[in-house]
């Protein structure tokens, strides 16, 4: 099946600082979704990305995905306490979902 | 519209028990996929249902099984429960099942 690669598996930055997840797939993606999980909540639907080379922003979050299709970033300027969770990236094929493992990223006042 | 809603949200059990968890998509949605969260193994596909047909099934042993009804809600049922089977389960919602992924608020299970 299909696998999805994602690092770091846990992050802790400063506030203000900035943060990248990545995600890496051996094969070529017809697209990537991205999800966040607060704590103590449920993965939330953030992005999809399509196209080649595709860069969409959602005010300081900035979502990449790469030329070749087999990679995806997520890069979020100043960090605030508020982006406190766990940050997934998503494939959809074949009628089911494979999730990368996630990104823990902790924000320190 | 309302959303995905999963019921219980929270259940304690002891091992060798059977559960029975619920899902109610949100409307118009299909497809509705299940999912097992630990901290260490991450989202694990369970299986995916469209209309009352399983079209897809993780890598879980047959304890684990799934129906889904005509008006798409679907339940999940784990049999002869084992510790290891404490986790937070979560159903997800969507129109055709490679969509967004519209998530409940999962029901955290506790076999004890």
């Known amino acids: 099946g299909q696998q999805v690669m994602q690092i770091p598996q846990y992050q802790h930055v400063q506030e203000g600082e900035d943060f990248t997840t990545y995600c890496n797939s051996s094969?070529?993606?017809?697209?990537i979704q991205w999800y966040k999980q607060r704590p103590g909540g449920h993965p939330v639907f953030l992005i999809q990305?399509?196209?080649?080379?595709e860069v969409k922003k959602q005010k300081r979050l900035t979502f990449q995905f790469g030329e070749a299709k087999k990679n995806s970033s997520l890069h979020i300027t100043a960090t605030q306490t508020t982006d406190v969770g766990t940050y997934f990236c998503?494939?959809?094929?074949?009628?089911?979902?494979?999730f990368g493992t996630g990104t823990s990223l902790t924000v320190i006042p | 519209k309302a959303g995905v809603t999963q019921t219980p949200r929270y259940l304690i059990k002891t091992r060798g028990q059977q559960v029975t968890l619920s899902c109610s998509p949100i409307?118009?949605?299909?497809?509705v996929s299940w999912y097992q969260q630990t901290p260490g193994q991450g989202l694990q596909f369970l299986f995916e249902?469209?209309?009352?047909?399983?079209?897809n099934k993780g890598n879980f042993p047959g304890r684990f099984s799934g129906r889904q009804f005509s008006n798409s809600r679907s339940e999940m049922n784990v049999s002869t429960l084992e510790l290891g089977d404490s986790a937070l389960y979560l159903c997800?919602?969507?129109?055709?099942?490679?969509?967004?992924?519209?998530f409940g608020p999962g029901t955290r299970l506790l076999v004890l």
């Open positions: 990305l399509v196209k080649s080379g």
């Open positions: 997800a919602s969507s129109f055709g099942g490679e969509e967004t992924q519209y």
């Open positions: 249902y469209f209309s009352e047909t399983q079209r």
């Open positions: 094969t070529t993606l017809s697209n």
């Open positions: 998503a494939v959809g094929t074949g009628n089911q979902f494979y």
């Open positions: 409307s118009g949605h299909r497809s």
